[in-house]
C-alpha cells in the first residue's frame, strides 16, 4: 500500500486519534521520518487525545518525557535524535512493563535498548501534506490494523 495522504495538520491529528482510540494496551509505536515529517505533531496529538492535559514538552534533549495516565500506567515519548549511544537509555529506568504506550521518535538510533514495535508509523512529505505508511511489527501490531482498516478513514488511497 502507498499509504495515507494527510494533507494538513488536522489530518494527521485526526490519524493520532484513531491511532490512540484503537490501540492496544501497552503499545509500542515507533515513529519514522526526517526531521519535519511530522512525528512530533502525531505524538502531541496522541497524548492529547489520551487525556494528557498541560504542556507536551519536546524530548529533544532530554530523551525521554513521562505522562502518567487516569487510568493508571504511564505514556512514554521519546527522542532519540540527539542519543549518543542506544546504552544511554538504560540510564533513565524506564519500566517497560508499566508504560502503557511508547512513543519512539528516531527509534533507529535505540536499536537494541527498545522494546520491538508494535506499529510502525512512517511520515513523509508529500507536497504541502505528509504521506504515512503504517506496518505492523508484531502480531499485536497485525490485530491493531485489521482492527482499524475496515473503518474507512484510515483505508489506504492508491
Ligand atoms: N499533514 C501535515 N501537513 C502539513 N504540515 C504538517 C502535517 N503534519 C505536521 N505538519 C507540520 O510539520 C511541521 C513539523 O512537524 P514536527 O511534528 O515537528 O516534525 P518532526 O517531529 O517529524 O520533526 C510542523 O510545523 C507541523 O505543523
Ligand atoms: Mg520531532
Known amino acids: 500500500m502507498s499509504g495515507l495522504r494527510l494533507a494538513d495538520e488536522a489530518a494527521t491529528n485526526a490519524l493520532a486519534g484513531e491511532l490512540a482510540r484503537t490501540a492496544p494496551p501497552g503499545a509500542v509505536v ?8 511530522g512525528k512530533s505533531t502525531l505524538a502531541r496529538a496522541w497524548l492529547r487525545a489520551i487525556g494528557v492535559e ?7 534533549y532530554t530523551l525521554v518525557e ?9 505514556a512514554l515519548h521519546l527522542d532519540l535524535y540527539r542519543i549518543g549511544a542506544p ?19 528516531w527509534p533507529e538510533r535505540g536499536t537494541g535498548a527498545l ?12 507536497g504541502a501534506g505528509r504521506r504515512a505508511r503504517l506496518e ?5 501490531g497485525a490485530a491493531w490494523l485489521a482492527r482499524l482498516r475496515p473503518e474507512g478513514r ?3 488511497d492508491s
Open 30 to 37: 515507533y515513529l519514522h521520518g526526517n526531521l519535519g515529517a
Open 54 to 60: 498541560g504542556t507536551v514538552r519536546s524530548p529533544t
Open 66 to 74: 513521562r505522562y502518567p495516565l487516569a487510568g493508571g500506567g504511564e
Open 87 to 105: 546504552g544511554e537509555l538504560e540510564f533513565l529506568g524506564l519500566d517497560e512493563a508499566g508504560a502503557a504506550l511508547w512513543l519512539v521518535e
Open 115 to 126: 522494546p520491538p514495535a508494535d506499529l510502525h508509523v512512517r511520515l513523509e512529505p508529500d
Open 136 to 140: 505492523p511489527g508484531t502480531p499485536a
Open 154 to 156: 484510515l483505508a489506504p
